[in-house]
């Protein structure tokens, strides 16, 4: 197993304070399903009356929790909900055996928790193609139920880690018809795919009432502007799960836009940028901002061209403003692109314009520039109104490290 | 710049002996255009009754020299023609100045050899974004056309390396209607692109006789099978170009399948391992072989995500018998698959079937297995008789040493 690493030089420097969420209780246990000394299983309970919307994976070899949870998503809350996930084992593709394990896992959770089968959502991160020793989790089960605490969010955080290397947290306060509604969440995730331990994880709570479409529709769009647009490595997991839960015990939210929407939406970017941030080996946060692309769809492809470059994050790990490995990923992204439109700039500075370098520009300037940990590489088309931002981090001897020197 | 790096430990023991082909004449020279103290520029002649045949990057960014050579490539060569190739600037974003370069260089070519300007062929490789400092190239060109001699393939070769640890040449001679017919190449590649040197290039000569759209077609078609078939980094070079000259001085031949074609493919796949035998870093040369996909493009969808994957090829490097980053990447593919009918070897070791691990896999095995400098990743999705076979490479401490630790 890959040691623990040091915490991430992009880490924030300590965990938010995160707010209760009325209708929402949690407890962690260490269940001992992979690491010992540690917790590695949280429990999250939704009082009656909640709505749940998801985002799942869209890999062909997902696991078996994410079908389960796929095939729950739609259903009614009304008489209450759970969220149990554990840690060190994913679950992933360990045949019919997995589906076993999740229906044994759901059928112990309804059972404490006094909720049906179908309103049990599970997940499972870590090791694939593993047995889940299912018996170990739900062993502790009844005490998880029976300490379930208000608050507890930073110890759910910490309970889901696998390569993490600190816990990931969110939450924003915002007032709506002069009542407070509170959003918190939780995330996990060392790029979009971890060493073994694959996965990112994230479960948001509010206590905002809102029927399970809107919260669906919200969930799914903001999702694409914020945990669609980062990359570690441009490897996909085969268990990532974004669930949110709103308890219906504050305001009710009935239109899109609003206040709630937008404090929804910062609370979602924060979480993404945090698992950007420890990203493995990272020690630079990269913004790709695109603009001037024919169309959105151009831009992202462009952004993501040049954010899953291995080329460019080397280049951004050797603080090298190499352009011209931009240049290229424009080139290759299969957008429509004109060199001779082309302008890329490093933060404020201008690199290159019209085809070739900027008459101003020198690389003292660019290098100076690369020496920053958070940086920003603007690319602008010339060609329309298509936009698009990207979020990544460099590649550095730490990834190759973390997974390749140390066997699974 | 990138010290000159050890020969790689995949490269072949020697430098093949490449036969002379009629009508075929080549000459190097150290032009001075970056490198010092080594050949940079090289020649090749090519007599009346030549036909031409070339494939070149896809990509939005390509340089003046490509552009140059697609708008030439579908014309008459029966006048001769020539190719110039020059190493350490690669000509690419460089503006209208670029194309400029071009021009002057094919002139200076044209008038020396005695050939049109539309029969030069010219590639540049080497830094993006810097002037080309043409007048060192067309200041030797007179030296070159009078030094041009049958033979010479090995020096031409060295000639055109940036990044490259050692020259790559192929041959094959076969009979065609009882007369011997010779195909020659040469290419330069360490990677699909290398640092701030980035391209592959690869000039392969023979002495049959054949129409240009024949010999068109069967370069387009074996570079898919070959050429397109291999990954280094996943990065498109913005420079790649592939030309094939037959000068018509043996056999004609007239039809596809045949003894040639079947020798000029041979050619191809030889060269195409030698670059990713030559890729940045590589300690591992990997055939990904997958079967049994719904359709050929299927298949290849697969093998690419497996091929391009920085968590497989880290566990490569690693020797690390990680088949759940296998099933990671065969679910991110977009390709049609289903877990229960995934079957994954590593050589004859079936490592997983029907979604989980084969019951007489062990760890052991796989990880003596990966040992080895030559592996085959075999993946079968169990679907259908799609087929598809790429080339790869390890990713390693190497790579983001070359691509981050030096300063381009």
């Known amino acids: 197993m890959t040691p623990m690493a040091t915490r991430s030089p992009l880490a924030p ?159 924003r306060v915002v007032e709506v018809d002069g009542q407070e509604v509170r959003i918190a969440g939780i995330a996990k995730g060392s790029g979009m795919i971890a060493p073994d331990m694959a996965t990112m994880l994230v479960y948001i709570f509010t206590d905002a009432k809102i029927a399970r479409p809107l919260l669906q529709e919200m969930l799914s769009e903001l999702s694409d502007r914020t945990f669609n647009c980062i990359t570690v490595d441009g490897d996909t997991s085969t268990s990532d799960t974004l669930l949110l839960a709103a308890t219906g015990q504050s305001v009710e939210i009935t239109e899109r836009g609003g206040a709630f929407e937008a404090a929804l939406g910062e609370v979602m970017l924060d979480l993404a940028h945090q698992v950007v941030r420890d990203g493995e080996g990272a020690t630079k946060f990269v913004e790709v901002a695109v603009t001037g692309a024919a169309t959105d769809a151009d831009a992202r492809k462009v952004a993501s061209a040049i954010a899953n470059s291995p080329l460019v994050k080397t280049a951004v790990a050797g603080e090298d403003p190499n352009w011209g490995r931009i240049v290229m990923a424009v080139g290759k992204s299969d957008a429509e692109a004109d060199r001779d439109r082309l302008t890329i700039r490093f933060g404020d500075i201008e690199v290159a314009r019209e085809g070739w370098v900027s008459p101003d520009y020198t690389e003292d300037a660019g290098a100076g520039y690369m020496k920053q940990q958070e940086l920003v590489i603007g690319v602008d088309l010339g060609l329309g109104d298509g936009a698009a931002t990207m979020w990544t981090c460099d590649l550095t001897h730490a990834y190759i490290q973390i997974n390749a020197d140390y066997r699974s």
Request: include cysteine.
């Open 13 to 171: 420097d300590t965990f938010p304070d995160l707010p209760e969420i009325a209708g929402l209780r949690l407890a962690s246990a260490a269940a001992g399903v992979r690491y010992q000394g540690r917790t590695d299983v949280m429990l999250a309970l939704l009082d009656p009356g909640t709505t749940v919307a998801g985002v799942f994976t869209r890999s062909a070899t997902r696991s078996s929790n994410v079908r389960d949870c796929e095939a729950k998503i739609g259903g009614d809350s009304a008489g209450g909900a759970a969220i149990i996930v554990n840690s060190g084992n994913s679950n992933a593709f360990t045949g019919k055996a997995g589906d076993g394990s999740v229906t044994r896992i759901c059928a112990a959770v309804a059972e404490a928790a006094g909720v049906t089968e179908a309103r049990v959502f599970t997940s499972s991160t870590g090791v694939i193609g593993e047995r889940l020793p299912d018996e170990r989790i739900t062993a502790v089960v009844g005490d998880l139920v029976a300490n379930a605490v208000p608050g507890a969010l930073e110890d759910a955080a910490g309970a889901i880690m696998t390569t993490d290397t600190f816990p990931k947290g969110s939450a």
